[in-house]
T-cell receptor, first 115, second 117 residues
Framework: DAGVTQSPTHLIKTRGQQVTLRCSPK?????VSWYQQALGQGPQFIFQ???????QRGNFPDRFSGHQFPNYSSELNVNALLLGDSALYLC??????????????FGSGTQLSVL | AQKVTQAQTEISVVEKEDVTLDCVYE???????LFWYKQPPSGELVFLIR??????QNEISGRYSWNFQKSTSSFNFTITASQVVDSAVYFC??????????????FGQGTTLQVKP
């Protein structure tokens, strides 16, 4: 049973470019959340997708957008990249929109470097 | 405001020592859930334990145990007889049940645990 898979594992971009990160949730999971983890910090919630809709959003600008497909996989898009966007981007899957105590299953992340 | 604080940035112990990781949280909600996750060098966060706000019973699971005290808003995590493989970054997290009926995790800054042989 495959866990959460993310691609690519590493990415290098320059300021102003756009990037798309991909995530396939664990089998049987219908909810995907994205987190940004800066070096030496805890993960910060970006947004959550359920039933192909953004259900909740953290304190991130509109440059961060996403999508969920009918097969529950998800994409995170970041436009007009800034140096401060350099971070590990983690995808987490779960069931039930994380309403209660469902544990999240995380991928290994995409390490994004903006030069 | 909701917040999770892990005051210990780094801890270093020798193998077989017991180690306790501290976590203090802030929330006005009466219903919430607390978690501990482990992040090895591979990057993925691995679920360890969880506790809901209505159950203060402390438990032991193998080498892991936790001490949840609502009165002091603390949720400390102990590893007994530490092993080198326990070396990782440990995160405490608070799950808020939002008005939109979704949840999101608020993570602490993490504690880096180094277990030396």
């Amino acid at each position: 049973d495959a866990g959460v898979t993310q691609s690519p594992t590493h990415l290098i971009k320059t300021r102003g470019q756009q990037v798309t990160l991909r995530c396939s949730p664990k089998s049987g999971h219908d909810t995907v959340s994205w987190y940004q983890q800066a070096l030496g910090q805890g993960p910060q919630f970006i947004f959550q997708y359920y039933e192909e809709e953004e259900r909740q959003r953290g304190n991130f600008p509109d440059r961060f957008s996403g999508h969920q497909f009918p097969n529950y996989s998800s994409e995170l898009n970041v436009n007009a990249l800034l140096l401060g966007d350099s971070a590990l981007y983690l995808c987490a899957s779960s069931t039930g929109q994380g309403r209660f105590n469902e544990k999240l299953f995380f991928g290994s992340g995409t390490q994004l470097s903006v030069l | 405001a909701q917040k999770v604080t892990q005051a210990q940035t780094e801890i270093s112990v020798v193998e077989k020592e017991d180690v306790t990781l501290d976590c203090v949280y802030e929330t006005r909600d009466t219903t919430y859930y607390l978690f501990w996750y482990k992040q090895p060098p591979s990057g993925e966060l691995v679920f360890l334990i969880r506790r809901n706000s209505f159950d203060e019973q402390n438990e032991i699971s193998g080498r892991y145990s936790w001490n949840f005290q609502k009165s002091t808003s603390s949720f400390n995590f102990t590893i007994t007889a530490s092993q080198v493989v326990d070396s990782a970054v440990y995160f405490c997290a608070l799950n808020l049940i939002l008005s939109s009926n979704t949840g999101k995790l608020i993570f602490g800054q993490g504690t880096t645990l180094q277990v030396k042989p």
